[in-house]
């Protein structure tokens, strides 16, 4: 029988908190790259996308819908879903994963303990390095792909992975 080496308790708490948080940045890019003119996205997440954009173009008082705002939206939806698509990315069942990883794993706090300094999990080989030590295989291909779809946002914008 085999034995592994016991894994870093805090060392696995750290990953799992920087899984939750690259899943919350992943949502709130897509939110972002749809909702343009939309600061406040409480509520919102990829899970509910669809709804949200039927909300957001119907007015509540009247139930008069903005068709030219809800064409917008839609277009913006599929151009980014299309983009993400071809890196393995499927808004019907990572939308929900990066819910259950929000979750499940919290995101990350301001100086939190142990994650001091964000800048330092910018380093894509890294991040899938430790997805693959510290995560439960049953997860981490749907990781690795909103890894890819964060990194992909982080290009696409000029920014760093962690905003």
Known sequence: MDSYPPLDFEKVMKCQRIVGEMAFQLDRRILC????EQHRLYGYQVANLEEKILLV?????TGKVDENLRSDLYRRYNQTMSQLKKLGYCSDVHGHVTEYLVNTYGIIKDKQAGIDDLSSFNDPEYLSKM????MPCDKTSGILIIHKCLLYFAKENGTSLFI
Not at 33 to 36: D, P, V
Not at 131 to 134: H, I, P, R, T
Request: hydrophobic share 55%; net charge negative; aromatic share 8%.
């Open 57 to 61: 173009t119907t007015c509540p008082l």
């Open 131 to 134: 997805v693959l030590e510290c």
């Open 33 to 36: 790259a749809i909702f343009l």
